[in-house]
């Protein structure tokens, strides 16, 4: 089974700290991405990646930056975190370009910025 | 752009009945894949059921089925036999083959023994 490890379950950080979320996927995938999940919003896209290098706005990248410099980790930046990035963030990964097989997801860090 | 609404917040259900899960998109293609994932306690997403939009046929997995309404533009999920271990959030989620997964609001499942 494909897995996507999410290096923290919890993390809590204080306002205008630069905060990394690394996520690392052991099956050869290409494609990797970041959702944010909130109550009431489901989850939402903020970057995705398609090659190593390779860096794509998803629908809310404001305030967040990624970097990709190896094929199986993805890192989703706060440059200076604050209140309203408290929120859960899940990585996710997919061998095909298209969604046609759905992505697999890991645990979720669970950010709180104070 | 892909939308896609989940209009039930919170289900509930007694154990061993059947229940059904709300889903409705929106789409201008005609080449697109629809999905249910679970995320219980754990918070590990997993997959539940699949659906290709241009197969007229429901998919099913074991006790998971799906109503594919397409002209309605509805995707609902029947989960039968509800079990104690079926209590999770539930997303509705689908995008073209070229796009990225678009997900609904979520619905929270309580199964009452």
């Known amino acids: 089974d494909v897995k996507v490890t999410q290096s923290s379950r919890y993390l809590v950080k204080r306002t205008g700290e630069k905060v990394f979320l690394e996520c690392v996927q052991d099956?050869?995938?290409?494609?990797m991405f970041w959702y944010r999940q909130d109550p009431g919003l489901g989850l939402r896209l903020i970057y995705f990646?398609?090659?190593?290098?390779?860096?794509e706005k998803g629908d809310i990248p404001e305030g967040y930056s990624v970097s990709r410099e190896k094929k199986e980790r993805f890192s989703l930046i706060l440059e200076s975190a604050s209140t309203n990035q408290t929120s859960m963030y899940l990585c996710?990964?997919?061998?095909?370009?298209?969604?046609?097989?759905?992505?697999?997801f890991g645990s979720g860090t669970r950010l709180t910025v104070v | 752009a892909q939308t896609v609404t989940q209009s039930q917040p919170e289900m509930s259900v007694q154990e061993a009945e059947t229940v059904t899960l709300s889903c409705t998109y929106d789409?201008?293609?005609?080449?697109?894949?629809l999905f249910w994932y679970k995320q219980p306690p754990s918070r590990q997403m997993i997959l539940v059921i699949r659906?290709?939009?241009?197969?007229?046929q429901n998919a099913t997995e074991n006790r998971f089925s799906v109503n594919f309404q397409k002209a309605a533009k509805s995707f609902s999920l029947k989960i039968s036999d509800s079990q104690l271990g079926d209590a999770a959030m539930y997303f509705c989620?689908?995008?073209?083959?070229?796009?990225?997964?678009?997900f609904g609001e979520g619905t929270q499942l309580t199964v009452n023994p």
């Open positions: 996710a990964s997919s061998l095909v370009r298209g969604i046609n097989y759905g992505y697999t």
């Open positions: 099956m050869d995938h290409e494609n």
């Open positions: 990646s398609y090659d190593v290098k390779m860096k």
């Open positions: 789409t201008s293609e005609s080449d697109y894949y």
């Open positions: 659906q290709e939009a241009y197969k007229q």
């Open positions: 989620a689908g995008g073209t083959s070229g796009s990225r997964l678009t």
